[in-house]
């Protein structure tokens, strides 16, 4: 099974943290950061997708798909 993630956060540090945790627990990077404004917070987001290959278990909605 193959899970999707898109990780977003911030314009700082927690956002390349939280990718690098996600890079150590076995999440593969998918395609390019996507960087935008956000004008409701005045600030700069980060996003970027990520995915995983398990085997061995099928995937359901009621995944928690940072627990993997």
């Not at 627990?25 to 390019?32: E, F, K, N």
Request: glycine share 8%.
């Amino acid at each position: 099974m193959r899970l999707y993630r898109f990780l977003t956060g911030p314009d700082d540090a927690s956002f390349c943290h939280k990718v690098t945790v996600a890079l150590n627990r076995g999440w593969l990077l998918h395609g390019s950061p996507s960087y935008a404004y956000d004008a409701e917070a005045k600030s700069m987001r980060c996003g970027q997708a990520v995915y995983k290959e398990i085997d061995g278990l099928e995937y359901t909605p009621e995944m928690k798909l940072g627990d993997y």
